[in-house]
């Protein structure tokens, strides 16, 4: 019998852009993922499911097996930090940007900086990377109206067409990381079902190309 393997998706752009690179590694989901309320999903392949959950979800699940694999977004991946699990392919999809952001004609203040963020882990190595004290602001969305209402100075948030930051008066100022949804592996996983995962890995990879 074909070794069991499971793979975490989140709903959203990542989800769109994934199914179509399955579908050339030859695995497509029986249901329509999108319209179902269902959170686990049988294959084309007898021995691959798929699971649904939240992109911030999704290394956790891989971190401690209950997914093989998974799809996640680089910044959700360095905000996790990425124990117990591999980045193996860069799947170079839902490209975006980490950028600080900001009002362009406003001069910074001279005392701590605040800065509003949904990643706090990759903000505060960025600022500690430059010398610089900031004091962190923890949101879970709509980073942008932080700046507006004056709860922050600055922002960090991605950026894809900047329209999210034009529309409310802010400008992007500095370039943090590239981003890019990249494929993740259980280490266990690929140590124990080794033969199933590469097999996959090799696949899918094949399929981003
Ligand atoms: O929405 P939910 O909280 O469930 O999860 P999520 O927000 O993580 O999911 P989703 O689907 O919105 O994003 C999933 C992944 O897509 C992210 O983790 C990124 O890796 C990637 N991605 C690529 C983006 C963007 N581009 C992007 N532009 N994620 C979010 N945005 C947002 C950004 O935060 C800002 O609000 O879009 C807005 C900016 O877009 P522009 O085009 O106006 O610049
Ligand atoms: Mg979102």
Do not use: W
């Not at 590694?25 to 959170?39: C, F, Q, T, Y």
């Not at 799809?71 to 490209?95: Q, S």
């Not at 960090?156 to 329209?163: E, F, I, Y």
Request: net charge positive; with cysteine.
């Amino acid at each position: 019998m074909a070794t069991e393997l499971t793979i975490a998706l989140a709903k959203g752009r990542i989800l769109d852009e994934t199914l179509p690179l399955l579908a050339r590694a030859g695995i497509e989901p029986v249901d329509d993922l999108n319209s179902s309320r269902k959170l686990v999903f049988a294959t084309s392949q007898a021995n691959i499911k798929l699971v649904l959950i939240r992109s911030a979800d999704v290394p956790t699940y891989v971190q401690y097996g209950a997914a093989d694999m998974g799809v996640a977004g680089k910044d959700v991946l360095a905000e996790h930090g990425g124990e117990g699990l591999y980045e193996r392919v860069d799947l170079k999809i839902a490209p975006c940007r980490m950028m600080t952001a900001g009002f362009a004609d406003r001069p910074m203040p001279r005392t701590r900086l605040k800065v509003a963020t949904k990643y706090p882990r990759i903000t505060r190595q960025f600022f500690l990377e430059q010398g610089r004290q900031v004091e962190l602001i923890k949101l879970y969305g709509s980073m942008e109206l932080a700046p507006v209402v004056g709860l922050a100075d600055i922002i960090v948030d991605l950026v894809d067409t900047g329209n999210t930051l034009k529309a409310n008066g802010l400008t992007p100022l500095e370039h943090i990381m590239d981003i890019s949804s990249r494929l993740i592996v259980n280490r266990a996983s690929l140590k124990m079902k080794n033969q199933p995962v590469k097999e996959l890995v090799g696949k899918i990879e094949k399929a981003v190309k």
